[in-house]
C-alpha cells in the first residue's frame, strides 16, 4: 500500500469535494480534522482520521508522519471575523506548522492552497500566476493569505521543501456555505434589498475543476515548483445575477446600490458588528466591500495547457450551487 496523501482541511468546502475525487481515483488519504469536525463522510471514504488542529504542533507531526504528500487547504476564508486574530493564528502561524513538519519529514510534495485575492489588483489585467501583486491587498483573509505564501515560499528555499501552489478564483459549487454560496442563496430567498456592486468583476471557478486541478497537479512526477491560477471565467456581478435569474426563475433586486453608497454601507455596518458581535448584514462588511469594488481578474488558462484542466462553464457551476443550496 502506498503512503497516504495528507489533506488539512478535508471536511471544508473545497476539501469535501476534493476528498471524494482522490478517493474515486484510487488514493490512500488521510485527514487532519477537528474534534468538533463531522467526518462520518470521511469514514465512509475510508479516509484515515488524525483529530487535530494546524495551530497544534503535535497533532500536526502525528498527521504528517509517513506521507510522502501534503495538501494544505485549511485556512479561515471568510470576509468577517469577530476576533479577526483567527486569521493569523490559522492562516500564517497553522501554515507555518504544517510546512515545517512536511519539511522535516522530507515529503516529496507540499501543495499549497492560496488564492487570487493575493494578488489583489496588479497593473496586467487580466493577471496570471507569474505577474507581480498589485501595491495592495483588500481583506485580512488576503493579507494574511498571501503571508502564508511568503512562509512556505521560505521553506522552500532553506528547508528545500518541495512546493507547488494553486490560486482558485471564487469557487461555486453545490455545499457552500461560504460568501459565493451565502449570496447565491441571498439572492434565492430575496434577502437583498439592493444589488451591489453590480460592474465590477471577479473571476469566478466550480469546484469540481479546482478539486480535478489538484488530483492532476498530484499525479505529475514535475509538480514542485508549480504554479497554477484555476478559474478562466470573469464576470460582473451583474451578469451573475442575471444567470441567477436564468437558471431559477428568482425575481432580482429591483435596484442597484451605487458603489459609494455599498462601500459607506459596509462601512457602518462592520461598525455595527464590532458592537453586536455578529456578522455584517447581508455579508456586507468593508472587507468584501473593498474587495469587490476592485475586482479581481485572473487568467487561468495556463492550468487547461499545462494539466488538462477543462473549466465547467459558468452556467453549469450556478446551476450545481443552487441545487446544492
Given at each position: 500500500?502506498t503512503?497516504?496523501?495528507?489533506?488539512?482541511?478535508?471536511?471544508?468546502?473545497?476539501?469535501?469535494?476534493l476528498?471524494r475525487?482522490?478517493?474515486?481515483?484510487?488514493?490512500?488519504?488521510?485527514?487532519?480534522?477537528r474534534?468538533?469536525?463531522?467526518?462520518?463522510?470521511?469514514?465512509?471514504?475510508g479516509v484515515?482520521?488524525v483529530?487535530g488542529?494546524?495551530?497544534?504542533?503535535?497533532?500536526?507531526?502525528?498527521?504528517?508522519?509517513?506521507?510522502?504528500?501534503?495538501?494544505?487547504?485549511?485556512?479561515?476564508?471568510?470576509m468577517?471575523e469577530?476576533?479577526p486574530?483567527?486569521?493569523?493564528?490559522?492562516n500564517?502561524?497553522?501554515?507555518?506548522?504544517?510546512?515545517?513538519?512536511?519539511?522535516?519529514?522530507g515529503?516529496?510534495?507540499?501543495?499549497?492552497?492560496?488564492?487570487?485575492?493575493?494578488?489583489?489588483?496588479?497593473?496586467?489585467?487580466?493577471?496570471?500566476?507569474?505577474?507581480?501583486?498589485?501595491?495592495?491587498?483588500f481583506?485580512?483573509?488576503?493579507?494574511?493569505?498571501?503571508?502564508?505564501?511568503?512562509?512556505?515560499?521560505?521553506?522552500?528555499?532553506s528547508?528545500?521543501?518541495?512546493?507547488?501552489?494553486?490560486y482558485?478564483?471564487?469557487?461555486l459549487g453545490?455545499?457552500?456555505q461560504?460568501?459565493?454560496?451565502?449570496?447565491?442563496?441571498?439572492?434565492?430567498?430575496?434577502r437583498?434589498?439592493?444589488?451591489?456592486?453590480?460592474?465590477?468583476?471577479?473571476t469566478?471557478?466550480?469546484?469540481r475543476?479546482?478539486?480535478?486541478?489538484?488530483?492532476?497537479?498530484l499525479?505529475r512526477d514535475d509538480?514542485?515548483?508549480?504554479?497554477y491560477?484555476?478559474?478562466?471565467?470573469?464576470?460582473?456581478m451583474?451578469q451573475?445575477?442575471?444567470?441567477?435569474?436564468?437558471v431559477?426563475?428568482v425575481?432580482?433586486?429591483?435596484?442597484?446600490?451605487p458603489?459609494?453608497?455599498?462601500?459607506l454601507?459596509?462601512?457602518?455596518?462592520?461598525?455595527?458588528?464590532?458592537?453586536?458581535?455578529?456578522?455584517?448584514?447581508?455579508?456586507?462588511?468593508?472587507d468584501?466591500?473593498r474587495?469587490?469594488?476592485?475586482?479581481?481578474q485572473?487568467?487561468?488558462?495556463?492550468?487547461e495547457?499545462?494539466l488538462?484542466?477543462?473549466?465547467?462553464d459558468?452556467h453549469?457551476?450556478?446551476?450545481?450551487?443552487i441545487?446544492g443550496?
Open positions: 500500500m503512503d497516504p496523501i495528507l489533506l488539512t482541511g478535508a471536511t471544508g468546502f473545497i476539501g469535501r469535494h476528498t475525487q482522490l478517493a474515486a481515483a484510487g488514493y490512500g488519504l488521510r485527514a487532519l480534522v474534534s468538533t469536525s463531522d467526518t462520518t463522510e470521511l469514514q465512509q471514504l484515515e482520521i483529530e488542529d494546524v495551530t497544534d504542533w503535535e497533532s500536526v507531526c502525528r498527521a504528517v508522519e509517513g506521507c510522502r504528500r501534503v495538501v494544505h487547504l485549511a485556512n479561515i476564508y471568510s468577517w469577530q476576533d486574530s483567527v486569521y493569523r493564528r490559522v500564517v502561524e497553522g501554515t507555518r506548522r504544517v510546512a515545517q513538519a512536511a519539511a522535516e519529514s515529503v516529496d510534495l507540499f501543495l499549497h492552497i492560496s488564492t487570487v485575492a493575493v494578488f489583489g489588483r496588479p497593473h496586467e489585467v487580466p493577471f496570471h500566476e507569474r505577474c507581480a501583486p498589485g501595491p495592495e491587498l481583506s485580512e483573509y488576503a493579507r494574511t493569505k498571501f503571508e502564508a505564501d511568503r512562509v512556505v515560499e521560505e521553506f522552500a528555499v528547508h528545500r521543501l518541495p512546493l507547488a501552489i494553486l482558485p478564483g471564487s469557487v453545490p455545499g457552500d461560504k460568501s459565493s454560496g451565502r449570496y447565491v442563496d441571498d439572492i434565492l430567498h430575496r437583498l434589498p439592493m444589488a451591489v456592486f453590480s460592474d465590477d468583476v471577479m469566478w471557478v466550480h469546484v475543476d479546482v478539486a480535478d486541478a489538484v488530483t492532476r497537479l499525479g509538480a514542485a515548483g508549480a504554479r491560477v484555476v478559474g478562466c471565467h470573469r464576470l460582473t451583474h451573475i445575477n442575471d444567470i441567477i435569474h436564468q431559477s426563475g425575481q432580482l433586486p429591483r435596484f442597484e446600490m458603489d459609494w453608497l455599498a462601500r454601507s459596509a462601512r457602518m455596518l462592520t461598525g455595527l458588528s464590532a458592537v453586536t458581535g455578529r456578522a455584517p448584514m447581508w455579508g456586507l462588511s468593508t468584501i466591500a474587495t469587490m469594488s476592485h475586482s479581481i485572473a487568467d487561468g488558462r495556463r492550468a495547457r499545462e488538462g484542466v477543462e473549466y465547467t459558468i453549469t457551476a450556478l446551476e450545481d450551487t441545487r443550496n
